[in-house]
């Protein structure tokens, strides 16, 4: 796997910069067959996208997705699958003064110093707009899980600065997520938030905040011991999003402050679905927190990525969830042969 890929069976490969001509993803491994339309992708893409209200980034960028390959007649051929998004708001002229400054909580000044090169327009690669290129790719993962396992994930704004809100794993519906900008599933903390944001971003400044995703219907067995645990593998991609500082499941750093009679409560999901790095039939639950935007006080910059990152982390969990499911089947493919071919018809493992 390398740096810009994400996946051993299911592959994303991420390309491009902020203010380049486009960025774009390419998906090796993808099984055949999966009915998948321009439409749903675009329909993530429009959820991530800037410029969608005005509480986010100000960049104008329609984020129309153009699939050069792979995808024939609405369906997958099983080979690589290109898709490309134009770069039609840059503005490289606001980042010109930027070639002999370093910006402060910004990638600049590591990029310089590892690679002897940086792209300064946008911070060019390190900038949180190829996480466009997840999206896209996570549309196909989605729709895969929903399609053939039935697996549904939600992902919705919890906390925007001190403003919490807590979802049931068990009553959470995406149309509760959509209906507000700020996607919180409550109407009252949702205008509570959107109420700060506009107030931040007249201050010009910015806030963080944390995104909670749960994941339902999840088979018993997906996940790899020991270094491709589901856990690890969910907090690696999370932390691979810009501005992620954070990564807990279940529990969390709450067990720290548990007695072990406390914590051993399955009715209490504390292992948040995942148990010695295998999914354990109860509701994923995990949460990813950000820090505040360093680039805030224009219009081209969000007050708070979460309500944006919402998207991207249910993206990337789809990819993950893909990726070691196709995993599973192939190390366990006769295994789940036999388990198919007998008596026992417990079809939730594989």
């Known amino acids: ?8 069976i299911f592959v994303v490969n991420s390309w491009g910069e902020s203010h380049g001509k486009a960025i774009g993803v390419v998906i090796d491994g993808c099984p055949p067959l999966l009915e998948i339309s321009k439409q749903d992708i675009q329909f993530e893409l429009n959820r991530r996208r800037p410029g969608q209200s005005e509480i986010v980034t100000q960049r104008n960028e329609p984020d129309i997705v153009e699939i050069l390959s792979g995808i024939f007649e609405n369906k997958t051929t099983g080979t690589p699958i290109s898709m490309i998004i134009w770069n039609k708001d840059s503005k490289k002229e606001d980042y010109s003064g930027l070639k002999k400054k ?18 300064y327009f946008g911070g060019g690669r390190s900038s949180a707009r190829i996480t466009a290129g997840y999206v896209a790719a996570g549309a196909l993962a989605k729709k895969f899980l929903k399609n053939n396992l039935g ?20 009553t959470l519906e995406f149309e509760q ?22 107030k931040i971003k007249k ?15 999840v ?3 997906l996940g790899e011991p020991v270094f491709n645990k589901l856990d690890s593998r969910l907090a ?20 720290s402050n548990m007695t072990g009679k406390e914590h051993n409560n399955s009715s209490k999901n504390f292992s948040g679905g995942v148990t010695g790095g295998i999914s354990d039939g109860n509701n994923i639950v995990f949460r990813a927190a950000f820090k505040p935007t360093p680039n805030y006080g224009n219009d081209r910059s969000d007050p708070c990525v979460v309500p944006r990152a919402v998207p991207i982390v249910e993206a990337l969990t789809a ?8 995993k599973g089947l192939k190390n366990s493919s006769i295994v789940y042969k036999l388990l198919k071919n007998s008596d026992d018809k417990t079809d939730n493992v594989f």
């Open 151 to 170: 697996i549904e994930i939600l992902a919705y704004s919890r906390k925007i600065y001190n403003i919490e809100y807590t979802a049931s794993p068990d």
């Open 203 to 217: 201050q010009g400044n910015s806030v963080g905040g944390i995104v909670e995703c749960i994941v339902r219907n």
């Open 319 to 326: 990819i993950i969830l893909m990726d070691l499911y196709l």
């Open 102 to 119: 370093f910006r402060d909580g910004h990638a600049d000044y590591v990029y310089e110093k590892k690679y002897g090169i940086r792209d």
């Open 177 to 198: 997520i959509e209906k507000n900008p700020v996607r919180c599933p409550d109407e009252e903390t949702a205008f509570r938030m959107i109420t700060l944001l506009k």
């Open 236 to 255: 690696q991609a999370m932390l691979g999003i810009n501005a992620c500082k954070g990564f807990e499941i279940g529990s969390g750093f709450s067990c």
């Open 1 to 8: 796997m390398s740096d810009n890929s994400l996946g051993d």
């Open 219 to 221: 088979q018993i067995g």
